[in-house]
Nanobody
């Protein structure tokens, strides 16, 4: 019942920046914690960032702390991921996802998310 559409991926040089956006359909967007995950070729899907319902609480994967920032605009039903100082290791397909409503707090686990976007490719050249 939640449809997520991602945009903003592309090709950038190392040290550059990209801003990903995820638009959610329907009402009650503010009742979902929202997360970003990524998956590189040959690797498992990795947690990137999550933001709470009201945007007050956030958590980041160790590899992106200090470089990525997650934000949300509940009035527009969107969540964004600002990616700065990009590295070749950041190359992956990035997915936005909504956390299950019965989960207490914010989660870093893929199993705690039930709706996913189609993914957007981010490629960082060296």
């Amino acid at each position: 019942q939640v449809q997520l559409v991602e945009s903003g991926g592309g090709l950038v040089q190392a040290g550059g920046s990209l801003r990903l956006s995820c638009a959610a359909s329907g009402r009650r967007f503010s009742r979902y914690a929202m997360g970003w995950f990524r998956q590189a070729p040959g690797k498992e899907r990795e947690f990137v960032a999550v933001i709470s319902l009201n945007g007050i609480n956030t958590e980041y994967g160790d590899s992106v702390k200090g470089r990525f920032t997650i934000s949300r605009d509940n009035a527009k039903s969107t969540v964004a991921l600002q990616m700065n100082n990009l590295k070749p290791e950041d190359t992956a397909v990035y997915y936005c996802a909504s956390q299950r409503q019965n989960i207490v707090g914010i989660s870093t686990n893929t199993g705690d998310y039930n709706y996913w976007g189609q993914g957007t490719q981010v490629t960082v050249s060296s």
